[in-house]
């Protein structure tokens, strides 16, 4: 059964989420993932500045706060203005086309967003990234400066926002079921069983 995730590297509620989904996917070895990139703030837009709270101090929210300590993930000031994640994306879709570790690339991203606060749009940090994962650093290197996974990229953008129906992320659809945010590992585990149901379901339908 196959799980889609629409999510972004510069949206914490994604960072949150994936967490919460791996850990309930401990139990479903059955489950294939399948990455949908979902650039909030694409090129051209304006990038944010991300600040403390002027009358509170805080970073985030405190929800947000919580639910990242219940993953035991921290969740520090990102590189701002935040970055585009363009680059970062076609970096995942090179790793995908060499069937490699796309959980191990995705989380290494993260971390760097939320806990090492680097500019992921910079291509030398990604190939330091690279390095640290055992990708092929010149490969990797050269696709990134010379845009050969940006074709690939602008497809996944145009599915992701005119033929999905998604709207916010992290989304996670399985069948025509769908759940949106960082719910938390009860809710996520509903979901996929429900969906699993869906799925048995629809099997029995066709015979």
């Known amino acids: 059964m196959k799980l889609h995730i629409y999510f972004d590297y510069a949206c914490p ?4 989420g994936v967490s919460q989904m791996k850990s309930v996917l401990k139990s479903f070895p059955e489950i294939e993932l399948v990455w949908h990139p979902f650039e909030l703030r694409p090129k051209p837009t304006d990038r944010v500045t991300v600040e403390p709270d002027p009358e509170t101090g805080e ?6 706060i919580s639910e990242a300590a219940k993953e035991g993930l921290a969740l520090k000031q990102p590189f701002s203005p935040m970055p585009y994640t363009d680059r970062a994306f076609q ?9 490699g570790d796309v959980q191990a690339y995705n989380d290494r991203i993260f971390k760097a967003v939320f806990v090492e606060g680097r500019d992921i749009g910079d291509i030398d940090v990604l190939v330091d990234i690279a390095e640290e994962l055992g990708l ?12 050969l996974f940006k074709e690939a990229q602008e497809g996944a953008l145009k599915h992701a926002y005119f ?5 916010e992320v992290p989304t996670y659809k399985i069948m025509k079921l769908r759940i949106s945010g960082a719910v938390g590992r009860s809710a996520m585990e509903k979901f996929i069983r429900d969906g699993m149901a869906e799925e048995e379901k629809a099997r029995k339908d066709i015979k």
């Open 136 to 147: 092929e650093v010149y490969t990797f290197n050269n696709l990134l400066r010379d845009g």
């Open 91 to 99: 970096g995942m879709h090179y790793v995908v086309s060499r069937g």
């Open 163 to 167: 033929g999905s129906e998604v709207e």
């Open 13 to 16: 509620f994604s960072y949150i």
């Open 59 to 64: 970073l985030w929210d405190a929800a947000l």
